[in-house]
Nanobody
Framework: QVELVESGGGLVQAGGSLRLSCTAS????????LGWYRQAPGKQRELVAH???????NYADSVKGRFTISRDSAKNMVYLQMDSLKPEDTAVYYC??????????????WGQGTQVTVSS
């Protein structure tokens, strides 16, 4: 199991930047994939970006070129650098982890979420 704790959300003007951090309670090298999802009011939760233990990354089309996901194994942390923020980026952002067991079962873990609000 793993506990994920997000930080770094807040209020920012359009065009501004924020960096979200996610701290894991265990070595992130033991977590097969880590990522960020977001959920805006009245909308489904959607993938923003994820990164594997081999640092392969994947981004939603809506954030490509503006957001960067990275990881620091020494600190057991994953980051989401968000630049050129738009009002439509407003959402609760969740850190997510997937651990694949020896039996090939996929276990999902979620943080509590952090609010990001972008004003126009």
């Amino acid at each position: 199991q793993v506990e994920l704790v997000e930080s770094g959300g807040g209020l920012v003007q359009a065009g501004g930047s924020l960096r979200l951090s996610c701290t894991a309670s265990r070595s992130i090298d033991s977590i097969n994939a880590l990522g960020w999802y977001r959920q805006a009011p009245g909308k489904q939760r959607e993938l923003v970006a994820h990164i594997t233990t081999g640092s392969l990354t994947n981004y939603a089309d809506s954030v490509k070129g503006r957001f960067t996901i990275s990881r620091d194994s020494a600190k057991n942390m994953v980051y989401l650098q968000m630049d050129s923020l738009k009002p439509e980026d407003t959402a609760v952002y969740y850190c997510h982890g997937v651990i694949v067991g020896a039996d090939m079962r996929f276990d999902d873990y979620w943080g509590q979420g952090t609010q990001v609000t972008v004003s126009s």
